[in-house]
């Protein structure tokens, strides 16, 4: 399992005290996306161009030219050319690179994540996996999983569930909350702004309804995208007509990501886009109250 950050004491992604592991590697593109360097499915060197003096030490070192300056970026690593020998990060003094991802046995992830079962036990809180899309894990999450759930700790998945059926459904009997996007109705435009449509998306949620799953529904509100009252309207009307899902947390649209788009030497189309906070989603939740829906803004 490649994993590329683990974060304790989370309170927003689940019941009580949460461990919240980010696996690397998913099968979406969001144009918005929080976080760039949970896509590509290999560890990969991050660069932090405020920490870097410009010496060029990184690049005279690198064994396979994959470092070259870039006027906006600065000295960004090509991920195509990279072998992650670590030289670049040994060469520079002021700790501008390091690799982001590692690869994890189920073992030792267990043990790292069972270090926290007093807080869990303490705040009826537990373990949370996110990405990244961590389903793409497949069986070896289910088998994390199941190590988890023998010894009690509840879980909960943060997912796109942008799978065929099949890879989901083996985690009916183990996570204890699936929080599930709805990121737009129109499958065209879903596929312009994340290069894939959203079919599977919305059958995996009238599965998971069918089976008794416990869900919460989060939709990621996003300018210019599906901020608007009428493309809202669509996403709760799909929930009422197709499924018995009360919840939904509309999450405001921010720009976090945006240092680690220029670290990995990525334009980001959402730059200028001015953050959003809970308070501008008060109509969407209205709306949605008007549909018999448990609406909030922001995470619970
Ligand atoms: S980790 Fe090694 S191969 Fe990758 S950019 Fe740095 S020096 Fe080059
Ligand atoms: S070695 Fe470090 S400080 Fe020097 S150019 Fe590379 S990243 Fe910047």
Sequence with gaps: MNVFTIERFGTKDGPGIRT???FKGCNLRCAWCQNPESQLAKPQVMYTQASCVGCGKCAEVCPVGA???????????DSN???????????????ARSIVGKEWDEDLLVKELLKDRQFFSESGGGVTFSGGEPLLQGKSLVSLS???KKEHINLAIESAA???WPVL???LPLIDLFYIDIKHLDSEKHKKYTESDNSLILENIIALD??????????????????TAEEMRKTFSFLKENTSLQKVELLPFNRLGLAKYR??????????TQNMVNEDLTDLVLLGKEYGLLVHAGAL
Excluded at 67 to 77: A, V
Excluded at 81 to 95: E, I, S, T
Excluded at 263 to 272: F, P, Q, T, V
């Design 20 to 22: 919240v592991v980010f």
């Design 67 to 77: 470092i070259t300056y870039d006027e906006t970026f600065g000295f960004i690593s």
């Design 81 to 95: 050319l990279c072998v992650l020998c670590g030289a670049c990060l040994d060469a520079c003094l002021y700790d």
């Design 146 to 148: 199941a190590a988890l």
């Design 162 to 164: 942008c799978v065929p």
């Design 169 to 171: 459904e083996p985690f």
């Design 210 to 227: 069918r089976n008794g799953a416990n869900v919460i529904i989060r939709v990621p509100i996003i300018p210019g995208f599906n901020d």
């Design 263 to 272: 670290g990995l030497g990525r334009a980001y189309a959402y730059e200028k």
